[in-house]
């Protein structure tokens, strides 16, 4: 069974900063690889997705991650934040063979200093 | 002009009772889901269902209890509440075929208090 870590429960950032939202999994066979923003009080909305292809993959409000198959990561990252990038982060992962079945990580919390 | 709506937005209950949360989507999607996010910020797929047949059917008490009158519309029935059963619970869509890859669009949450 496919399982994902966010390790950084936290993330504290000063506005304008670069900041990269770490992400692991764990899965035996080929895997889709997500990211989510929950906005406080909101549900999710997708970031970005990896499916196949190229590993470098974009997203929407200037966010990107890169798949590496290597060390199992799916790293998320924004070259400078903005104070409306506060939010919960949640990446999550599913086999290529499952039925819909999405496994989300515990989310990290991405907090923005002026 | 909501795309995924739930109603109600809060539910404060007293243990035991019966409730239902109502999911709609105006999306022409497929397929609906339910998830729960408990105060951990954890958050796990209860139900799927495409074309009104249930997919997806998670480890959850049968005290829970989808229905789908039509493919716009999955309810979630909870009998004889409980205080674990106190969390937010997310209702999705996603076009087409029940494929992970389909994009999920989530609703805004249904708060539930068990007292």
């Known amino acids: 069974a496919q399982s994902v870590t966010q390790l950084d429960s936290q993330v504290p950032v000063f506005e304008e900063a670069p900041v990269e939202l770490r992400c692991n999994y764990s899965s035996s066979v080929s895997v889709y690889l997500f990211w989510y923003v929950q906005y406080p009080n909101q549900g999710l909305q997708l970031l970005l997705k990896y499916l196949s292809g190229s590993t470098l993959v974009k997203g929407i409000n200037g966010f990107e991650a890169e798949f590496n198959k290597s060390q199992t990561s799916f790293h998320l990252r924004k070259p400078s934040v903005h104070i409306s990038d506060t939010a919960e982060y949640f990446c999550?992962?599913?086999?290529?063979?499952?039925?819909?079945?999405?496994?989300f990580g515990s989310g990290t919390r991405l907090s923005i200093r002026p | 002009d909501t795309a995924v709506s739930q109603t109600p937005k809060y539910l404060v209950t007293q243990m035991g009772n019966d409730k239902s949360i109502k999911c709609e989507q105006n999306l022409g999607h497929d397929t609906m889901y339910w998830y729960k996010q408990d105060s951990k910020k954890f958050l796990k797929i209860m139900f799927s269902y495409n074309n009104k047949e249930l997919i997806i059917n998670e480890t959850v008490p049968n005290r829970f209890s989808p229905k789908s009158p039509d493919k716009a519309h999955l309810n979630l029935h909870i009998n004889s509440l409980e205080l674990g059963d106190s969390a937010v619970y997310f209702c999705?869509?996603?076009?087409?075929?029940?494929?992970?890859?389909?994009?999920?669009?989530f609703g805004p949450g249904t708060r539930l208090l068990v007292l």
């Open positions: 999550a992962v599913s086999e290529v063979s499952s039925a819909s079945k999405i496994i």
């Open positions: 999705a869509s996603s076009q087409g075929g029940v494929g992970p890859e389909e994009t999920q669009y």
